[in-house]
């Protein structure tokens, strides 16, 4: 509307597009209405067969009732439980932030059975009468059955469920300007321990085990494998991925002498000082510093948005701890419900796969008792809920950037093997997850380029223990010559999962103790094993290794097991020590005998020179033996699919990127080396799209009427 002469002037067809506006919100507000009415009809009617059912549970007053004033209780039950929901649940949920996560996961079910309690006492003469552990299962059953209802009819409508989703995963949708509507986003997920051949295999031939992979290969997506670091484990691929350097990182733990402590790179203290460093070697705070998002991951990338982030474990905050996201996502029950389903059935599912391979003798073959199916529970069901859940809410605020781990596959191929029949079916619910992922992204304000990579491999085999019978520990003492104890202590896995559980329950972290200081220090990182002696400052030489305990070197380069050693020598620098007096002098490319790296591919003498260089590198750096025939590695960790050092797949991790992307590296140019090189591919992308962004279309529509994703439709 325009003033002309000091009088109101309508534009043309002014009035029809206002008309057409309110009609459109009146349609809208419709729409809520008989939502609200269907999930209400639907949620009496469960109240109803629930009191048919269950026998400490009743509708009706003590002397009987019609079924007319029984289903008239029944609608004022589910009324005031639906709108004690509503009100009083977010209250709850933030009066519980200070209690750990999966603690609430399961308060959850007793809080709203409460909430059913308080809802039947309201009921008129006393007519709703239920058990409190009965409570507990009619509120649970009631809010799955709402919740589904609620999201059948939100489908019908695309706006609806785009709201939905956004409420779900626990953040408001953000109104994307005009240039972010152009400008697409990029989600980068992560498939934690993925390499390169698994994700070719398992999304090729007929019937393929990753659908939805297969369908983006088939589009047009480019896959390319890359080489890891020496250290090839999530910390110091992550570590490099999201910061753009992992330098001083020779491990996924070590010892440091100067104050005595063990860093351990999935611990969150470990996870904060590591990006700290990282941070201030590169004067830049991350991949994700521009309107970003990291979940379940160790590092943040600089983002501002993060949940079950290591590195922000420990501060303090709801809004910065890592724990954040559970809390959003359990705050509506229904998630708690089915999560907890779910939970239950990988249990089971876990506990008759130990039993089946058990029974069949398969080998090789670790114990899988203990805490170890909780903790495949809480990978493969808890920690993929909540990170696809917080993932759903990121594409539908807009935001810039995503990079999420999903670490499913990676527990399960430790304690399985990489290519055993029980990781086939973590593959397929890491793809579903990437269907839902892709479906959501549909229904985002600017289209998005769907990124897949992978940390590192896994590298299968026998542990070092289990074929020699002894420990990287053992024999070290005993080339020390101390005495080595007749019980055979068990090292146990490393994996990102353990941690992770702990932080969401707010468990102190693990300290790990270390013997007198005359004692070698003996640590394992899958199958690269560290040795230092703390009472030696610095970093012994070969030569005083020799004088102080002359066994030691020769007990280990002649073991079967050991593939390697480094060590740095007073007159000849860093040298490599293999097998029958094999030495690799790495600063003037001298070779005795056979070269011990020879087996590990043509850049593992970069790779190890790279990492003598660190401050914090080991004394002695003991890599296992490997097998180019077979790929099999024996890790010094319980593991039968490893990864940490060199050998086999486990140093082919991989990039899945749709073609609209720039190749990663240029035809007839060497591979991708180093997370840090992955880093600066993820930058370009990036950066491609903020420059190319006028030239961007707007994003085309399948055939469904969603967005596509970068030809993923």
């Not at 999935?266 to 510093?289: C, F, H, I, M, W």
């Not at 029950?333 to 058990?358: D, K, W």
Request: glycine share 10%; with cysteine.
């Amino acid at each position: 509307m325009t003033r002309w002469g000091g009088r109101p002037c309508r534009r043309p067809g002014a009035g029809a597009e206002e008309r057409k506006a309110v009609t459109g919100r009146w349609r809208t507000l419709g729409g809520a209405v008989l939502r609200i009415l269907a999930v209400w009809a639907v949620s009496s009617l469960t109240l109803l067969l629930l009191a048919a059912v269950l026998p400490d549970f009743r509708l009706q007053s003590p002397g009987g009732d019609s079924l007319t004033r029984t289903a008239l209780t029944a609608v004022l039950g589910a009324g005031a439980f639906g709108l004690l929901g509503a009100l009083v649940w977010p209250l709850l949920v933030r009066a519980f932030l200070l209690v750990p996560a999966l603690v609430l996961g399961l308060l959850v079910f007793f809080l709203n059975g409460s909430l059913l309690l308080v809802a039947l006492a309201l009921l008129p003469e006393g007519r709703g009468q239920v058990a409190p552990e009965t409570a507990v299962i009619v509120a649970a059953v009631m809010s799955a059955t709402s919740s589904a209802t609620s999201a059948f009819l939100a489908v019908r409508n695309d706006e609806a469920y785009r709201r939905r989703l956004v409420r779900l995963a626990g953040r408001r949708a953000r109104r994307a300007g005009a240039a972010g509507a152009r400008t697409p986003g990029t989600l980068f997920v992560q498939l934690d321990g993925v390499g390169h051949d698994v994700l070719r295999d398992a999304s090729g031939g007929e019937r393929p085990l990753m659908p939805t992979v297969a369908r983006w290969r088939a589009d047009g997506h480019h896959l390319t494998p890359w080489h890891a670091d020496w250290s090839s484990q999530t910390g110091a691929s992550q570590l490099g991925i999201l910061h753009g350097t992992n330098h001083d990182l020779p491990a996924f733990r070590w010892y440091e002498k100067e104050s005595g402590h063990t860093l351990v790179s999935n611990r969150p203290t470990s996870a904060a000082e590591l990006q700290r460093r990282a941070v201030a070697r590169t004067g830049d705070p991350g991949l994700l510093a521009d309107d970003g998002a990291s979940r379940g991951n160790l590092f943040s990338g600089g983002a501002d948005q993060v949940a079950l982030v290591m590195s922000v474990a420990a501060r303090r905050g709801r809004a910065t701890r890592s724990r954040a996201g559970y809390f959003a996502y359990f705050s509506d029950p229904a998630n708690a419900t089915r999560t907890a389903v779910s939970f239950a059935a990988e249990l089971f599912r876990e506990t008759g796969q130990a039993l089946r391979s058990r029974l069949r003798r398969e080998t090789p073959r670790v114990g899988r008792g203990g805490l170890y199916p909780v903790l495949r529970a809480f990978a493969t069901v808890v920690e993929r809920d909540v990170v696809v859940a917080a993932i759903v809410g990121d594409l539908l605020a807009g935001r810039t950037a995503v990079y999420a781990d999903l670490v499913a596959y990676d527990e399960v191929a430790h304690h399985s093997g990489p290519r055993h029949r029980d990781t086939h079916q973590v593959l397929r619910s890491l793809d579903r997850a990437l269907a839902l992922l892709a479906q959501a992204a549909r229904h985002a304000p600017r289209p998005y380029r769907i990124v897949l990579l992978s940390d590192h491999g896994q590298s299968p085999g026998a542990t070092f223990l289990e074929r020699y019978g002894l420990s990287l520990g053992d024999l070290v003492r005993a080339g020390c010559g101390l005495p080595v104890p007749r019980r055979v202590r068990r090292t146990h896995s490393g994996a990102e999962a353990r941690e992770a559980a702990r932080a969401a329950l707010g468990r102190p972290e693990d300290t790990d103790g270390h013997s007198a200081a005359s004692q070698p220090v003996v640590l394992a990182s899958g199958n690269l094993g560290l040795v230092s002696f703390p009472d030696m400052p610095g970093r012994v030489t070969r030569e005083e290794l020799d004088r102080r305990n002359p066994a030691l070197l020769g007990t280990l380069a002649h073991h079967p097991g050991i593939g390697f050693l480094l060590v740095r020598s007073a007159e000849h620098g860093a040298v490599v020590l293999g097998p029958a007096g094999a030495e690799h002098h790495l600063d003037t490319g001298r070779i005795l005998g056979a070269d011990p790296l020879a087996p590990f591919g043509p850049g593992a003498a970069d790779a190890v020179r790279r990492t003598d260089g660190f401050p914090h590198v080991a004394d002695i750096m003991v890599n296992s033996a490997y097998d180019p025939a077979t790929g099999e590695v024996h890790a010094f960790e319980e593991q039968i699919g490893s990864h940490g050092g060199l050998g086999g797949d486990q140093s082919r991790p991989f990039l899945l990127a749709p073609a609209d992307l720039s190749p990663p590296v240029p035809d007839g140019a060497p591979p991708l080396t180093g997370a840090a090189q992955v880093h600066h591919v993820l930058r370009r992308w990036l950066r491609e799209a903020a420059e190319n962004h006028p030239a961007a279309a707007p994003a085309a529509t399948s055939a469904h009427g969603g967005v596509r994703v970068a030809d993923e439709a």
